[in-house]
Each structure stands twice: as structure tokens, then as C-alpha cells.
Nanobody
Framework: QVQLVESGGGLVQPGGSLRLSCAAS????????MAWHRQAPGKQRELVAS???????AYLDSVKGRFTISRDNAKNTVYLQMGSLKPEDTAVYYC???????????????WGQGTQVTVSS
């Protein structure tokens, strides 16, 4: 089994910064892409940022220039540095990883439990 544990959420004022972390553990043979999604109340979950195993990032247009995704492959950890935060960034942020648990096996998606980010004055 594979577990993803997020940390770093909280309450921040508009214009502030937060750094989210997500550590993967368990039966991991290889980690492919990792990503952050978010879901605001009454809205669908959306992909915020993703990063390949080689470190190539991609971003939701509304966060480009404000958020940075990175990963530490030695620690099986992905980060989301969020800056210039806006009230519309308020959501539960979920970590997602594509994991192979043994050589030659299918890659499956795993999700963390989510961490709340609230941007408010």
C-alpha cells in the first residue's frame, strides 16, 4: 500500500505565502508524475500543478507566476510553493501521485487526505 501525507496548509492573508509538502511512503517501486489539485466549496476539483519524474512542471493558468511545484525524488516528496495568494485560492489542496509498486506493474493513482488553505484577511 502507498500513503500520501500532506502538510503545510493553514490560514494566510491575501498576498501571503504558504508551502505545501506531500510525502509518499509505503510500497513504492517508482514514482511517475506528481501533482497538486484543489477543490473549493461548491466547485469541481481542479489540477493546479503537476511535475514529471524528470522535473518538468505544468500549471493552471490562474496560478502561473505565483505557484511553483518541485519534487525531491530521494525523499519521494512533492512541494507546492504558493505566493501572492488570493482569496480565490482558498480550497482543500490534494496531493496525487502515479505509483508503480513493483517492476512491470501498472501505474496507479494515489491521493492524499487533503490540507485546507484559507486566504482571508
Amino acid at each position: 500500500q502507498v500513503q500520501l501525507v500532506e502538510s503545510g496548509g493553514g490560514l494566510v492573508q491575501p498576498g501571503g505565502s504558504l508551502r505545501l509538502s506531500c510525502a509518499a511512503s509505503g510500497r513504492i517501486f517508482s514514482l511517475s508524475s506528481m501533482a497538486w489539485h484543489r477543490q473549493a466549496p461548491g466547485k469541481q476539483r481542479e489540477l493546479v500543478a503537476s511535475i514529471t519524474s524528470c522535473g518538468s512542471p505544468a500549471y493552471l493558468d490562474s496560478v502561473k507566476g505565483r505557484f511553483t511545484i518541485s519534487r525531491d525524488n530521494a525523499k519521494n516528496t512533492v512541494y507546492l510553493q504558493m505566493g501572492s495568494l488570493k482569496p480565490e485560492d482558498t480550497a482543500v489542496y490534494y496531493c496525487n501521485a502515479a505509483v508503480s509498486t513493483r517492476p512491470g506493474s501498472w501505474v496507479n493513482d494515489y491521493w492524499g487526505q487533503g490540507t485546507q488553505v484559507t486566504v482571508s484577511s
